[in-house]
């Protein structure tokens, strides 16, 4: 300790202090639960080959989806599964919109039995959306078990997220499972440092002058 200088911490400057270190420790911890959150899910991703026939006629395309900073849709298809009588959506890729959003782009679909490779997901990456959700072959966001109600189809509650090339024309960038753990990891750190920042602060600023006697 310096001489001439005691510990004794003013009220709110050691509140501000604790507080501070107190949130920088939570939010650390928030943000590494979520680097290790998205770590899990990549380490349990479900490599998967289906069989059937797509139903196009069942398409539907989810829109304000980007790519490379364009404005399109991701395509939806059901699959009829090969031997079952169970149908499972297929993510099929992403198509660019075209110069008037009243007309929807057209999508190639392959006829027949097709083998296809992929992930299977929970479901489409959801987007923010105003008012009740829409029906039709354009909407915002899918949401499997409703889908089946509306359509009739038995299907499976995952969506597969598809990887193979069919010639269809479509865009597969998936992002990885686990994109962003290490800048969740990096501000982990930083809200460490700033919560050991302010702890050390809180004790610097809490020595004060002893007057000599």
Aim: net charge positive; proline share 8%.
């Amino acid at each position: 300790m310096p001489a001439g200088y005691s510990f004794r911490p003013r009220a709110w400057p050691l509140a501000l202090g604790c507080a501070a270190c107190a949130a920088g420790i939570a939010l650390g911890h928030w943000q590494t639960g979520r680097a290790a959150a998205k770590r899990a899910a990549a380490a349990g991703i479900e490599q998967v080959v289906v069989r059937g026939a797509f139903l196009p006629h069942h398409t539907v395309l989810l829109d304000n989806r980007l790519r490379h900073g364009r404005p399109g849709y991701e395509v939806i298809t059901p699959l009829a599964l090969e031997g079952a009588r169970t149908h499972v959506l297929v993510n099929r890729g992403w198509i660019a919109a075209g110069p008037s959003r009243d007309v929807p782009p057209a999508v190639a679909t392959p006829a027949g039995p097709l083998a296809l490779a992929g992930v299977a997901v929970k479901g489409p990456q959801r987007v923010m959306e105003v008012g009740a959700p829409a029906k039709g072959r354009v909407r915002q966001n899918l949401d499997v078990a409703a889908y089946a109600a509306e359509t009739g189809l038995p299907l499976e509650p995952r969506v597969i997220e598809q990887h193979s090339d069919t010639r269809d024309g479509l865009l597969r960038e998936w992002p990885r499972p686990d994109a962003g753990a290490d800048k969740n990891e990096a501000y982990a750190l930083q809200w460490y440092s700033l919560a050991g920042l302010a702890a050390a602060l809180a004790i610097i600023f809490g020595f004060r002058r002893v007057a000599p006697r």
